[in-house]
């Protein structure tokens, strides 16, 4: 009998062959998120062109199958799209296009999410350009979660 596999297929061929691999030289923008508990880090890196889209999209990460495999596929539904369409790209939609995560394991893909939202919220802090009020409202939310797990992990 074949052991069952909690990984869809096309999750493992994003983890056997990532796309978009690398850190970026002189990125427009830079986002990081990770979870202090399971130890998955990630950094997404964004090239910014006409019109507000993101000609390139980069990541490096840290992590298990799920981290990887969620990190290579939002630099694939990203690469292409304006800033506005990008920050409609969430964990739900990542996960979908993976063709399912293990329960445990959504939490890379909302990693994912969130290091795409830092990128594009450094890319339109360092331009002096105006931040829509949801994804300022995700920014603070995440520097909020990131101190108190801090705090709470110090020791």
């Known amino acids: 009998m074949p052991i069952p596999t909690f990984y869809s297929k096309k999750s493992i061929q994003h983890f056997n062959n990532p796309k978009n691999y690398g850190k ?4 427009d923008g830079i ?12 950094w997404l890196y964004i090239k910014v062109g006409k019109n507000d889209v993101i000609k390139d999209i980069t990541f490096q990460t840290y992590g298990c199958l799920a981290a990887i495999a969620s990190s290579s596929m939002i630099t694939e539904m990203v690469k292409g799209k304006t800033i506005q369409k990008a920050l409609d790209i969430d964990r739900k ?10 329960a445990i394991k959504i939490h890379c893909s909302v990693l994912a999410a969130d290091a795409l939202y830092e990128a594009i919220f450094n890319y339109l802090s ?7 009020k949801e994804l300022l409202v995700k920014h603070q939310q995440l520097k909020k979660e990131e101190k108190q797990l801090e705090k709470r992990y110090k020791k």
Do not use: F, Q, T
């Not at 970026?24 to 990125?27: A, G, T």
């Open 24 to 27: 970026m030289k002189n990125p």
């Open 31 to 42: 986002g990081k998120a990770g979870n202090i508990i399971c130890g998955d880090v990630m």
């Open 93 to 102: 939609k990542i996960v979908k296009n993976l063709g399912g995560l293990p």
């Open 126 to 132: 360092k331009n002096k350009r105006e931040i829509p």
